[in-house]
């Protein structure tokens, strides 16, 4: 199934995550930097040829790529960080980040626009792939999918990543 939206997309590869990588995951890649000022590490979940960094061909020239990191080596949605950006010919666009604070998808934290996103690399090849980046950005609170996003109340992120990335159809 294509997703239209990098935020579908985002919520797809969570339920994706939720219900393919439930038992025996295993840890491929790490995302650090700071969140709030603390230092934080993500893991990115494989098994099987599933990822949690992936992309999709959205259609030729287009691609969409997403770097989602939890907090352990194990799925869980509380702690879980999602950076999604689209790539057309070759040049990426400004990403959307979101941080799930608690268990469910809402409340979290979010940027209301796509923000700019720094990639030092980015290769998609046949099934595989690879990305290595920093987004440096303000997350505002969403206390749900209704309300809009809190400036009043917001988080400051910092992190890089380098993930290999899994083709996902």
């Given amino acids: ?9 985002m919520i797809g590869a969570l339920i ?18 700071t969140l709030d000022g603390e230092p934080h590490e993500w893991h990115v979940l494989s098994e099987g040829g599933m990822s949690t960094a992936n992309f999709s061909e959205f259609m030729p ?15 869980e949605t509380q702690g879980t960080l999602s950076i999604d950006f689209m790539v057309m010919q070759g040049t990426p666009s400004e990403a959307s980040v979101t941080y799930f604070h608690e268990s469910g998808l809402t409340p979290h ?9 720094e990639i030092e690399e980015l290769e998609t090849d046949g ?15 969403v206390e749900s999918m209704m309300a809009g996003h809190d400036h009043d109340n917001v988080m400051e992120i910092d992190v890089t990543f380098d993930v290999e990335l ?3 159809e």
Avoid: W
Avoid at 16 to 33: F, K, P
Avoid at 61 to 75: K, L, P
């Fill in 127 to 141: 099934d595989s792939g690879r990305v290595k980046g920093r987004v440096a950005t303000s997350l505002a609170y």
């Fill in 1 to 9: 199934m294509k997703l239209k939206k990098p935020r579908n997309l």
């Fill in 109 to 117: 934290y979010g940027t209301e626009e796509e923000v700019p996103i």
């Fill in 61 to 75: 020239g287009m691609v969409i790529v997403t770097v989602q990191g939890h907090r352990e080596a194990r799925f």
């Fill in 166 to 168: 899994v083709r996902e």
């Fill in 16 to 33: 994706a995550a939720g219900l393919g990588l439930c038992a025996g995951q295993v840890m491929a890649n790490e995302i650090s930097g």
